[in-house]
Each structure stands twice: as C-alpha cells, then as structure tokens.
C-alpha cells in the first residue's frame, strides 16, 4: 500500500505535530515547581504603608548594613547607631527560586558591630536579605540581595 501525499496528509501531519508539542508544553508546566512568596499576602497589603515607613526610618540611619561571605560563614556588619543600644529583631534569608532553601535567625552582633552566620549547608544561589528590628521606640526595615558561592 502506497501512501500519496497530498495537502490532506500534509494538514494531518501538521495538527498531529501541533498537538504533541501543545501536550509537551502541558506536560513540562505541570512538572515546574511554584512557591508563593508569602501564604497571607492580603494583610501584609493592608499594612504596606506602616512598611514604606519601616524603609525610611532605616535610610534615615547615616550608617547602612552590609553584608560580605567568607569560606564559610556571613558577615553582616551594623552601622554604628546600634552601638549601646537594645535591638530586637531578625534577619531573614529568603531564596525566589525555593522556598525550602529560606533560613532565618535573630539580630545578634559583638562588640564590633558583626554579626557571624554559618553557611556551610546553605545552598548557593541568590538570596535576599530582610532585615526587621526595632531601635528606640521605632520599627525598621532594610532589604538586600545576597549571592552565596
């Protein structure tokens, strides 16, 4: 039996391609892994201006918070305006491409205004940093973006 190809075989081939792609297309999609940001986004929206306030009272600090990576450790360094003073709050490390990879831990630093965290299991990849504290009655807030080697 002899096969002619003619414009009918020709669109036959041409939708049957197309669906298998459509069908791969669908397959890999639901194969992708997806995390939301946060769970409760909805109330964090209700209090976006209490944030915008939290931002400027940290750029209002003459001193800004850096953060530098050694072999296996972070270093965040404070501005000086923490010098003396009582601060409670913590830093969060949240990594966009896997919510599993996320990790926190409180605002603690010496006496020369560093604060060590070990990062000798942590995935590399980019992180951004969350800073939330409250200093002198106030609330801050201060974000960056960190790449772990």
Known sequence: MKIKFNWGTGIFIFIALFLLANFFVIYKSLQQKYDLVDKEYYPQGLEYQKQIDRFANANSLTGKITISETADELLIAYPNEFKGK???????????????????????YDSTLIQRIPIKKKLTGKYIAKFFWKMD???FAHECAVRLN
């Open 86 to 108: 009582e601060i409670k709050g913590k830093v969060n490390f949240f990594r966009p491409s896997d919510e599993n990879a996320d990790f926190s831990d409180s605002i603690s």
């Open 137 to 139: 009655g106030k609330e």
